[in-house]
């Protein structure tokens, strides 16, 4: 069974462009995650969709980021306009319930110049 | 709110035992987990405990004390591969997004 797969691995990209991240999770796993981690601070919790619902976006910065699961299958997490804050690792993980173990995927490095 | 500590560094040697605690402070408990990262790569489920005591993988064990709000992980037989950043997490309040600690970083020398 393949895991949580994301794309781009790395991204650099100057201040004020826009970037989209994809996440595609496991197979069946209804429940997706978006987390960051920023350097020298711990994971954190972004975003998480039932299906294509919105579950809890509690965790998301900004207006600037835009994440969308059309479908319920993969999820985009856009950003636009970039800004240098938003250099980190960003990190996807699905589970099959909302209270399972979740599985992450190698994560995006974003470089935002 | 959700809080986590749990030590930056610890160093160790092949062979040896490494205990990596965590404490934390949470509203609603559903359990503490543990992931292994390695270079920044995807984090990887290790352990999970809902209840008080051990539970043991391998050489990994994880142990918890509600009443206490502690756990920790314990590493046996450290071999070099085991060098990684090691995560304790609980859930949020409505038992679904984990909340990280900030990582112990594991060094196994020879």
């Known amino acids: 069974e393949a895991g949580v797969t994301q794309f781009p691995s790395h991204s650099v990209i100057e201040k004020g462009q826009t970037v989209t991240l994809r996440c595609d999770p496991i197979?069946?796993?209804?429940?997706l995650y978006w987390y960051r981690r920023v350097m020298g601070k711990e994971i954190k919790f972004l975003l998480h969709f039932v299906k294509e619902s919105k579950q809890d976006e509690s965790g998301m910065p900004n207006n600037r980021f835009l994440a969308e699961r059309t479908g319920g299958t993969y999820s985009t997490l856009k950003v636009q306009p970039a800004e240098l804050e938003d250099s980190g690792v960003y990190f996807c993980?699905?589970?099959?319930?909302?209270?399972?173990?979740?599985?992450f995927g190698p994560g995006t490095r974003l470089t935002v110049l | 709110g959700q809080s986590l500590e749990q030590p930056s560094e610890v160093t160790a040697v092949e062979g040896a035992i490494v205990q990596i605690n965590c404490t934390y402070q949470t509203s609603g408990f559903y359990g503490l987990s543990w992931y292994q990262q390695h270079d920044g790569g995807a984090p990887t489920f290790l352990s999970y405990?809902?209840?008080?005591g051990l539970e043991e993988t391998g050489r990994f064990s994880s142990f918890l004390s509600r009443s206490d709000s502690y756990g920790y992980l314990l590493l046996q037989e450290l071999q070099m591969k085991d060098s990684a950043s090691y995560f304790c997490a609980v859930r949020n309040q409505a038992g679904t997004a984990l909340i990280f600690g900030k990582g112990t970083t594991l060094s196994v020398s020879s």
């Open positions: 993980a699905s589970s099959e319930t909302p209270t399972d173990t979740q599985y």
């Open positions: 405990n809902a209840l008080d």
């Open positions: 197979s069946g796993h209804d429940n």
